[in-house]
């Protein structure tokens, strides 16, 4: 008789499943997700009966930030760092010192509050390169947002003797400063591929 066939004994695998599904609920456990980082933008409510208008703007209520495709940004005719951005437009904003190359100064009824003087016509125009980095469009972003945060923070202690942001979100306080002092005219246009 020659060498006896043995079998050999399988593994068992009953409890593979167990442990793969024990494993599966550690790391949905312990693992951190991240969490979307996006812009706060309040957008105007759709209306189906709106026709498009054409708004024409003052060249002085016009503030134009480009981007280009290698990151730099562009403002006033001239290539600045995204620190002073922040400084450029709050002045632009407010013209505090009523400059005549700046936005014009107007009587504007807050309804719920009174009147005050502000720049109500200006507008900061936004333009990108197709190829401008996302990261640094989010910081331009969020120093334009900057800009009017501190305005409006500035106003709050000034009229109302508290912070903008220690104010709740339905605060009338708060919405005078957000949609009647310095609303957020900020308009982007659409990428553009300038070229190799």
């Given at each position: 008789?020659?060498?006896?066939?043995?079998?050999?004994?399988?593994?068992?695998?009953?409890?593979?499943?167990?442990i793969?599904?024990?494993?599966?609920?550690?790391?949905?456990?312990?693992?951190?997700?991240?969490?979307?980082?996006?812009l706060?933008?309040r957008?105007?409510?759709?209306?189906?009966?709106?026709?498009?208008?054409e708004?024409?703007?003052?060249?002085?209520?016009?503030?134009?930030v480009?981007?280009?495709?290698?990151?730099?940004?562009?403002c006033?005719?001239e290539?600045?760092?995204i620190?002073?951005?922040?400084?450029?437009?709050?002045?632009?904003?407010?013209?505090?010192?009523?400059?005549?190359?700046?936005?014009?100064k107007?009587?504007?009824e807050?309804?719920?509050?009174?009147?005050v003087?502000t720049?109500?016509?200006?507008?900061?125009?936004?333009?990108?390169?197709r190829?401008?980095?996302?990261?640094?469009?989010?910081?331009?972003?969020?120093?334009?947002?900057?800009?009017?945060?501190?305005l409006?923070?500035?106003?709050?202690?000034?009229?109302?003797?508290?912070?903008?942001?220690?104010l709740?979100?339905?605060?009338?306080?708060?919405i005078?400063?957000r949609?009647?002092?310095?609303?957020s005219?900020?308009?982007?246009?659409?990428?553009?591929?300038?070229?190799?």
């Amino acid at each position: 008789m020659g060498k006896s066939s043995r079998k050999v004994p399988g593994l068992n695998q009953s409890s593979t499943a167990d442990i793969s599904f024990i494993l599966l609920i550690f790391f949905l456990v312990t693992t951190s997700m991240d969490t979307d980082t996006g812009l706060t933008r309040r957008l105007p409510e759709w209306d189906p009966n709106a026709q498009e208008q054409e708004v024409k703007i003052k060249e002085r209520n016009i503030m134009t930030v480009l981007v280009n495709r290698n990151n730099e940004i562009l403002c006033r005719g001239e290539v600045i760092d995204i620190s002073e951005l922040k400084d450029i437009a709050k002045e632009f904003i407010a013209n505090p010192d009523d400059k005549a190359n700046l936005p014009a100064k107007e009587e504007y009824e807050i309804k719920g509050f009174g009147t005050v003087i502000t720049t109500t016509k200006h507008c900061i125009s936004l333009q990108t390169d197709r190829d401008t980095n996302y990261d640094i469009y989010f910081q331009v972003q969020n120093e334009l947002s900057r800009a009017y945060n501190e305005l409006r923070d500035e106003w709050c202690k000034q009229q109302f003797g508290v912070s903008y942001t220690k104010l709740e979100e339905d605060d009338d306080r708060k919405i005078y400063a957000r949609s009647g002092m310095y609303p957020s005219k900020i308009s982007e246009a659409e990428p553009k591929q300038y070229g190799k």
